[in-house]
């Protein structure tokens, strides 16, 4: 079974930075694609990041590009979200997916293809 556990949220004033990490159990982390997504109050789940088994290809929502940054130490069984310039439409819940087939980065922005999910931790960024 795979489990991953996210943290690093926390309330942020608009500007700031946080760190979000996903820790993954099991011995194939290095063999998934990770995913991060966010869901705000009465909103629709959305894609925020994605990266490939190896680190060397990743893919962001045009929302966060230029301000956030996905990256994986796979030694760690881990992956982060850099988020810098947080902006209060910034606030969610950020959520952390593992996908052990290696679909294209396009298709990664699906939450559909992902079947292993975090339980999420909150950001909020006040104005």
């Known amino acids: 079974q795979v489990q991953l556990v996210e943290s690093g949220g926390g309330l942020v004033q608009a500007g700031g930075s946080l760190r979000l990490s996903c820790a993954v159990s099991?011995?194939?982390?290095?063999?998934?694609?990770m995913g991060w997504f966010r869901q705000a109050p009465g909103k629709e789940r959305e894609f925020v990041a994605t990266?490939?088994?190896?680190?060397?290809?990743?893919y962001y929502a045009d929302a966060v590009k230029g301000r956030f940054t996905i990256s994986r130490d796979n030694a760690k069984n881990t992956v982060y979200l850099q988020m810098n310039s947080l902006k209060p439409e910034d606030t969610a819940v950020y959520y952390c997916?593992?996908?052990?087939?290696?679909?294209?980065?396009?298709?990664?922005?699906?939450?559909?293809?992902?079947?292993?999910w975090g339980q999420g931790t909150q950001v909020t960024v006040s104005s």
């Open positions: 099991g011995r194939t982390f290095s063999s998934y694609a």
């Open positions: 997916a593992a996908d052990p087939i290696k679909h294209t980065l396009v298709i990664l922005t699906t939450a559909a293809v992902y079947p292993y």
């Open positions: 990266i490939n088994w190896s680190g060397g290809a990743t």
